[in-house]
């Protein structure tokens, strides 16, 4: 008898959208490998509603705050339900950007200087020289990220507006110019390298990330073989330094202008990527081998409480 899988979605954080997606991919795909599926729209009551249905493992689907900072995690953790992705701490780690940064660059890893700021103290001056990148600490899918390009002349005002709704703290990091890559990581093996070419968009922004022709991926990225080796090691690093279990993503940028042995550099880590279909892990995982089918079907033998 395989096991009853709740999958949990939706929720209430800024990328429920991308949530439902995720869940409602995961949950046809897992009832298709033959496990009993309860979907869950992970509400205020979700402690409860899971207590009263002691499902023997709660596949995590959520994003952002919630869902992939440690609160629903340690929630799973009280009510003894095996889960799968990462556990509280290296999920709350994950998600506070300015933490993430430091833990990455004390284990080695390459990122860009950075500044954690009150977003009202970025007044009329700029925080840094510009090109840098303005971003909530605590938010996911690219929600609230502004480019402040070379030349322009004062902070974007949206950043201390009251339109503003991602929190007071903000990171302040130096644009890294050239190329997005993305590695994926599955237990303890890094799966694979993809390149993201935004089609129409400055950046990848959540258009590009979510609408159907909004970025293309190279999977596997058209990098040399010591770049492409650098980011599988340095993506595992990460995972292992943060304490990430499961399945991870990890961002990277590749400045290759000057030479193709240019500046690589760590941006962050997803301990909860996401799973729809045109999500770079499940794509990764698919050039390495695992089916989608597979690589769910890991994940919720892989869970665990304690993680």
Excluded at 190 to 211: N, Q, W
Excluded at 225 to 249: D, E, F, W
Aim: overall charge negative.
């Amino acid at each position: 008898m395989k096991k009853h899988v709740a999958v949990l979605m939706g929720g209430f954080s800024s990328e429920r959208p991308v949530s439902l997606s995720s869940g409602t991919a995961c949950a046809d795909a897992l009832e298709a490998e033959g496990y009993r599926v309860t979907r869950i729209d992970a509400g205020r009551d979700v402690g409860s509603v899971l207590a009263g249905l002691k499902p023997d493992v709660a596949f995590n689907a959520l994003h952002g705050p919630f869902g992939e900072d440690g609160t629903i995690q340690g929630i799973l953790e009280y009510l003894a339900i095996p889960y799968t992705h990462s556990g509280v701490l290296a999920s709350a780690l994950a998600m506070n950007k300015g933490q993430a940064k430091k833990i990455a660059k004390a284990a080695g890893i390459p990122v860009a200087e950075s500044k954690i700021m009150d977003r009202f103290s970025i007044g009329g001056e700029h925080p840094m020289k510009p090109p840098y990148v303005v971003k909530p600490v605590n938010e996911g899918s690219s929600f609230g990220v502004v480019i402040v390009k070379e030349g322009q002349s004062h902070p974007p005002q949206v950043i201390s507006s009251a339109e503003w709704k991602y929190g007071a703290a903000v990171m302040v990091e130096r644009y890294v110019h050239g190329r997005e890559l993305t590695c994926a990581v599955m237990g303890d093996v890094a799966l694979g390298v993809t390149e993201i070419i935004p089609t129409g968009h400055a950046f990848y922004d959540y258009d590009s990330k979510y609408v159907a022709g909004g970025s293309k991926h190279e999977c596997p990225a058209k990098v040399s073989p010591n770049i492409y080796q650098k980011i599988l090691t340095l993506a595992l690093k990460a995972h292992q330094a943060m304490g990430c279990r499961g399945v991870s993503r990890s961002d990277f940028r590749y400045d290759d202008r000057h030479s193709e042995n240019g500046e690589v550099v760590w941006l962050e880590i997803n301990t909860q990527p996401g799973m729809t279909p045109t999500s770079l892990v499940p794509e990764i995982a698919a050039h390495a081998g695992h089916s989608f089918g597979d690589l769910l079907s890991w994940m919720v033998e892989d869970a665990s409480c304690l993680r």
